[in-house]
């Protein structure tokens, strides 16, 4: 399984990105995805997981500004990120679990997810 997340860059306080994730040695349908993030002097903390349409949590530091989406036919999954605040700034990592579950709080945590990507840096800055 490998896992590359991409879409990372420099943006002022206010804008958007959107981070992709794509992943290679493995089908996306059976797999729960979790974005996380390292943010400068915490651990690693849960953004966001989706197990299929249906289920989806956001941490609620992000909720109604981050959305996460998946498509299964370019086995890539993505975060679109609005409204983007300097303390949104950090790595960011897509994770997987086969037959993960994604349905509360309990579920977004680093590990409940065995295959990581390397990070990609988001930087919110004015």
């Known amino acids: 399984v490998q896992l590359q997340a991409s879409g990372g860059g420099l943006v002022e306080p206010g804008e958007s990105l959107r981070l992709s994730c794509v992943a290679s040695g493995l089908t996306l349908d059976y797999f729960a995805i979790g974005w996380f993030r390292r943010v400068p002097g915490k651990g690693r903390e849960g953004v966001s997981c989706l197990r299929n349409d249906e289920n989806e949590v956001y941490a609620d530091s992000v909720k109604g500004r981050f959305t996460i989406s998946r498509d299964n036919s370019k086995n890539t999954a993505y975060l679109q990120m609005s409204r983007l605040k300097p303390e949104d700034t950090g790595i960011y990592y897509c994770?997987?679990?086969?037959?993960?579950?994604?349905?509360?709080?309990?579920?977004?945590?680093?590990?409940?997810?065995?295959?990581w990507g390397p990070g990609t840096q988001v930087t919110v800055s004015s």
């Open positions: 994770a997987t679990e086969p037959f993960g579950n994604c349905g509360s709080d309990y579920d977004l945590r680093e590990g409940n997810f065995r295959s």
